[in-house]
């Protein structure tokens, strides 16, 4: 499936993960996009470096930086566009073949993709502080200059 296909799609499946959470009307759009976005990274970032962990470390930070920033445009909290974006980039494939692996007693390949699991969830969660450490430091940088009337 060519990369344009798949952010195709993974536009209108993080509006549908985004539609579980009851996000507001308003926001869907942004979310969408970001999680859009994100998944083009990842794409074009896993095609270069072929490492998996890279990319999903990259997209997650992306998706994080940009749900920040989208978030004090939009007024809004930023987990609203930070956790639709995040949800293509779960290794689902790798957690499914995991317990498949466990359950079929084949130990070596469940250690495996549970090791890959696990390490992906890193990325992602490394993403995320790098994201949250962004906006510390702008907001510590930032002024903040109250006009009392």
Not at 109 to 131: E, H, P, R, Y
Request: hydrophobic content about 55%; overall charge positive.
């Amino acid at each position: 499936m060519s990369i344009m296909i798949s952010t195709i799609s993974i536009f209108f499946c993080t509006i549908a993960s985004a539609l579980l959470f009851n996000i507001k009307r308003q926001n869907l759009i942004f979310a969408a996009i970001i999680g859009a976005i994100g998944w083009l990274i990842y794409s074009i970032v896993l095609i270069q470096t072929a490492n998996i962990y890279v990319a999903t470390f990259i997209a997650a930070s992306f998706v994080g930086i940009a749900g920040e920033i989208v978030a004090r445009y939009k007024k809004s909290p930023a987990t609203v566009f930070i956790l639709p974006g995040i949800i293509p980039l779960v290794p689902g494939a790798f957690i499914y073949n995991s317990m498949l692996s466990l359950a079929k007693g084949n130990y070596n390949n469940a250690v495996d993709f549970g090791t890959k699991t696990m390490f992906i969830a890193l990325s992602i969660s490394c993403g995320i502080i790098i994201a949250l450490t962004f906006r510390n430091i702008l907001v510590k940088i930032k002024p903040r200059f109250e006009v009392t009337p």
